[in-house]
């Protein structure tokens, strides 16, 4: 159910430079807030069958959730659905027509990384200096989007009574690789100055 989030969160939000606007949107500002991580909520009823992330083409336009209408330059990440509307400015600002609000019974979060160099273009150009994307052009570490994602289930489970609705969704092509790193002990106890046993 939407409704007010707890007076605690909305305290801390608001703090934090944050309005808090109901338990849905604020749980998408409050993982952004403790992880450093942008999430997104979509109406999932608003989408139509399918979501397609690609490259804007030059001259689309997409209307965010400030009401403000972009024409694109081309070349910016977004999400199109199968009704062939773009529904998200990725990285930057979702869009109007997939936003959560007071009648939206079913939500899809949804938690990414974007290529830092196209989220800063597209910010640039359209003079959309967002949170979310100055965060993106940081590189955030993708490893963290699956911690966060969890949290926020959590989340929707305590603040709003949800339910998970379905599987976990984890696209991630490229997963980072572990490395293994030798050095000798004595390099060590000399660069940190301290004696250490081997154990």
């Known amino acids: 159910a939407i409704k007010p989030s707890p007076a605690k969160i909305q305290d801390r939000l608001e703090k934090s430079g944050v309005r808090s606007i109901n338990n849905i949107v604020d749980i998408s500002n409050y993982l952004m807030r403790v992880y450093g991580q942008?999430?997104?909520?979509?109406?999932?009823?608003?989408?139509?069958?399918k979501m397609i992330l690609r490259l804007s083409k030059k001259g689309e336009t997409l209307t965010?959730?400030?009401?403000?209408?972009?024409t694109l330059p081309g070349g910016d990440i977004v999400?199109?659905?199968n009704g062939k509307r773009l529904i998200d400015l990725c990285g930057i600002m979702g869009g109007l027509n997939s936003a959560v609000d007071s009648q939206s019974k079913n939500v899809l979060l949804f938690v990414q990384t974007y290529s830092a160099t196209h989220i800063r273009r597209t910010s640039m150009i359209l003079g959309q200096r967002t949170e979310a994307a100055q965060i993106f052009?940081?590189?955030?570490?993708?490893?963290?989007a699956m911690p966060v994602l969890l949290a926020g289930i959590q989340l929707f489970k305590e603040w709003s009574g949800g339910t998970q609705a379905s599987k976990i969704l984890d696209l991630y092509p490229q997963p980072y690789k572990t490395k293994t790193v030798s050095a000798p002990l004595q390099?060590?106890?000399?660069?940190?100055?301290?004696?250490?046993?081997q154990k």
Do not use: W
Request: zero cysteines; a negative charge.
């Open 38 to 49: 942008p999430v997104h909520t979509f109406d999932f009823d608003k989408i139509k069958t």
């Open 79 to 81: 999400i199109e659905d």
């Open 187 to 197: 390099l060590i106890k000399e660069r940190l100055g301290v004696e250490i046993s």
């Open 64 to 70: 965010t959730l400030d009401g403000k209408t972009f």
């Open 137 to 144: 052009e940081k590189q955030p570490d993708p490893e963290q």
